[in-house]
């Protein structure tokens, strides 16, 4: 393995390349360092790029009309964070990306990407592989959120994102489940009295 085993073992894990052709892969992308509570992309703008996250964490939401936040997703480790909707259709996003910890990233942009996809055939497979199961995901969290309990969802929450739980603030764990701070600890507190 190179200098990012993960990313690679991400990549490799959808389709074989060669040592040649991992190489290329790579160099498509640049490393960054994002420091928390950086927002790399806001509503209104284009998302010009996919990154995958090496170290940290991102939250992926939206503001309602009231400035509530809506947090679709969390990215941490081995995970990619985009607004895929925006980077494919060129158009502007209606969603915001911050971190939520000093991160670093690997980055492409659109026209990196197309290059990658001319020099290297098989990656269009990797990406529609990843982008199917970005899709599954998603649909599985809209069916969530539309009939399980809030405790089901916080527990369905710590088995996608072990850990997590200790990393980021309650309120935005409370965004993701689409509940309320107050409401959350109500939850904690029950399961945790149901374990007893």
Known sequence: MGAYPSFEKNILKYVDLSQD????????????TVEKNRIILKEGEVCEFESYVLEGC?????????LREHILYFAVEDWWVLDIGSFVSGKVSRLNIQALEDSVILTVDRAKKEQLYADIPKAEKIFRIMNQKSLASMHLRMIS????????????????????????????????????????????????????
Not at 21 to 32: D, N, P, R
Not at 165 to 183: C, V
């Open 21 to 32: 052709e991992l190489a290329a892969f790579i160099s498509c992308y640049t490393l960054e």
């Open 58 to 66: 991102f939250k992926v939401f939206y503001q309602d009309e009231n």
């Open 145 to 196: 959120m539309l009939h399980k309990t809030a405790e089901r969802r916080y527990l369905d929450f710590t088995e996608r994102y072990p850990a997590l739980d200790q990393r980021i603030a309650q309120h935005q764990i409370a965004a993701y489940l689409g509940i309320s701070h107050e409401f959350l600890s109500k939850v904690k507190k029950r399961l945790l009295r149901n374990q007893q």
